[in-house]
């Protein structure tokens, strides 16, 4: 866990100096594309915006730190972050840990009973086999865990992970704001899934709305840093153009759905025009301007 790591770097230290009194020590990590990572790590910290334990919150009360924008998000990340938690800011805080033990060593500090000095070993998130065999086929002395994930995979009884790609980012801004608005009054998900369909009957896309996209600043220095991790961990690492090429798809996703101004477009907040969006779930809450649209539209 990046925060984790960030912020208990002093014990990790004295963790890894008692094993490697004891033990051969190597630390795993892997290796995503960062542009990747970082657009997977802001749906994530959304998603703990709309979804709890059991499924999508019903209630409309959001929290800033998980109802931010893209832009604002890589702001925050870019800006206000000492230390960046990717595989870069990880590994560099692994290798400096590992570099002080082998001073430690060279100083004649008790480290190990023959234990090998630790070492780093980088795996590939996107491994055509899937994470599981990548990492159990790369262990040591692993070759049973090895062979039974390889069955797996081969008999397609490996469950697909979970992801956030999926998650309804746009949407919930919208229907957000909607609420906001007086424009809804049935639960969050239901009108989710409701301004979707309605979306596609009109043939209306989020490429269609005004949307909020981070600077050109900000772009290039994920693009760099993104290049630099390839170059170093990718295995093989794709050709400068080739991941130029991969990123210019990816760049894509920098933006979010500005809802404000969405809402503001006669067309498409037409869409809202629907006595579906609304009922009696009185565990939403009270929105005073939800009876002046039933009114409006004779929903009452």
């Not at 009194?21 to 994530?44: G, H, M, N």
């Not at 797996?152 to 790609?165: C, F, H, L, Y």
């Given at each position: 866990n990046q925060k984790f790591i960030k912020s208990n770097y002093g014990m990790i230290k004295s963790l890894l100096r008692s094993l490697w009194k004891e033990w051969d020590t190597t630390v795993v990590l892997f290796y995503r594309r960062f542009d990747e990572w970082l657009i997977s790590f802001y749906a994530q910290m959304r998603k703990y915006g709309f979804m709890n334990v059991i499924g999508f919150y019903e209630h409309y009360y959001v929290r800033e730190q998980n109802h931010m924008t893209f832009p604002v998000f890589a702001t925050k990340f870019?800006?206000?972050?000492?230390?960046?938690a990717d595989i870069l800011g990880i590994h560099g805080v692994y290798n400096d840990i590992l570099s002080s033990k082998n001073n430690d060593t060279a100083e004649g500090d008790e480290v190990s009973r023959g234990g090998r000095i630790g070492t780093i070993q980088v795996l590939q998130f996107h491994s055509i086999h899937g994470v599981e065999q990548e990492f159990l086929c790369n262990l040591p002395n692993a070759t049973v865990s090895c062979e039974r994930i390889q069955n797996k995979n081969r008999n397609g009884q490996s469950k697909a992970r979970n992801t956030s790609e999926?998650?309804?980012l746009d949407l919930d801004f919208v229907v957000v704001q909607a609420w906001n608005d007086g424009l809804v009054g049935i639960d969050r998900r239901q009108a989710q899934k409701l301004l979707e369909t309605k979306m596609v009957t009109a043939n209306?896309?989020?490429d269609d709305l005004p949307e909020d996209c981070i600077s050109k600043d900000h772009e290039n220095w994920i693009w760099e840093r993104a290049l630099t991790s390839e170059k170093m961990f990718g295995n093989p690492p794709l050709p400068e153009i080739e991941f130029r090429q991969s990123f210019d798809v990816t760049r894509k996703k920098f933006c979010s759905v500005n809802a404000v101004a969405a809402l503001k477009n006669k067309m498409f907040r037409s869409l809202f025009?629907?006595?579906g969006f609304f009922g009696n779930n009185t565990k939403l809450g009270t929105n005073w301007m939800n009876y002046l649209k039933l009114k409006e539209l004779g929903c009452a």
């Amino acid at each position: 866990n990046q925060k984790f790591i960030k912020s208990n770097y002093g014990m990790i230290k004295s963790l890894l100096r008692s094993l490697w009194k004891e033990w051969d020590t190597t630390v795993v990590l892997f290796y995503r594309r960062f542009d990747e990572w970082l657009i997977s790590f802001y749906a994530q910290m959304r998603k703990y915006g709309f979804m709890n334990v059991i499924g999508f919150y019903e209630h409309y009360y959001v929290r800033e730190q998980n109802h931010m924008t893209f832009p604002v998000f890589a702001t925050k990340f870019i800006e206000d972050t000492p230390v960046v938690a990717d595989i870069l800011g990880i590994h560099g805080v692994y290798n400096d840990i590992l570099s002080s033990k082998n001073n430690d060593t060279a100083e004649g500090d008790e480290v190990s009973r023959g234990g090998r000095i630790g070492t780093i070993q980088v795996l590939q998130f996107h491994s055509i086999h899937g994470v599981e065999q990548e990492f159990l086929c790369n262990l040591p002395n692993a070759t049973v865990s090895c062979e039974r994930i390889q069955n797996k995979n081969r008999n397609g009884q490996s469950k697909a992970r979970n992801t956030s790609e999926k998650l309804p980012l746009d949407l919930d801004f919208v229907v957000v704001q909607a609420w906001n608005d007086g424009l809804v009054g049935i639960d969050r998900r239901q009108a989710q899934k409701l301004l979707e369909t309605k979306m596609v009957t009109a043939n209306i896309t989020f490429d269609d709305l005004p949307e909020d996209c981070i600077s050109k600043d900000h772009e290039n220095w994920i693009w760099e840093r993104a290049l630099t991790s390839e170059k170093m961990f990718g295995n093989p690492p794709l050709p400068e153009i080739e991941f130029r090429q991969s990123f210019d798809v990816t760049r894509k996703k920098f933006c979010s759905v500005n809802a404000v101004a969405a809402l503001k477009n006669k067309m498409f907040r037409s869409l809202f025009d629907d006595c579906g969006f609304f009922g009696n779930n009185t565990k939403l809450g009270t929105n005073w301007m939800n009876y002046l649209k039933l009114k409006e539209l004779g929903c009452a």
